[in-house]
């Protein structure tokens, strides 16, 4: 499965989810995830994020491995993302900054 890491939390800029073939982003108030039981690994969405989010499980960093139970966790109470919508507000303020975990809404 693919998984939706720290560079998205505040900016979730939504270019990933017009390309997932099977629908299965989830969507919180500032990030986004990806359901691990819906991913069929077409890796397409990797590409389109722009700030580099989307790694294959196995290729997560070290410091971002919480992210992969975290997506796993979200995906189950979080509604469908479909469609592209505008990133928030200060995502240019924090597509840089690391270390957001703590700041994701739920
Ligand atoms: Fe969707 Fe493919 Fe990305 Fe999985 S790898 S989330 S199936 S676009
Ligand atoms: Fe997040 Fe990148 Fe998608 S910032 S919403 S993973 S395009």
């Known amino acids: 499965t693919y998984v939706v890491t720290d560079a ?5 800029y939504t270019d990933c989810v017009d390309v997932c073939p099977v629908d299965c982003f989830r969507e919180g108030p500032n990030f986004l995830v990806i359901d691990p039981d819906e991913c069929i690994d077409c890796t397409l969405c990797v590409a389109e994020c722009p700030v580099e ?19 796993a966790e ?3 109470t979080w509604p469908a993302i ?7 507000d200060d995502h240019a303020a924090w597509a840089n900054v690391s270390g957001k975990i703590d700041k994701i809404e739920r």
């Open 74 to 76: 979200l995906a189950k």
């Open 8 to 12: 998205c939390v505040k900016c979730k």
């Open 53 to 71: 989010a989307i790694y294959a499980e196995d290729d997560v960093p070290a410091q971002m491995h919480d992210f992969i139970a975290l997506n």
């Open 82 to 88: 479909i469609e592209k919508k505008e990133p928030l």
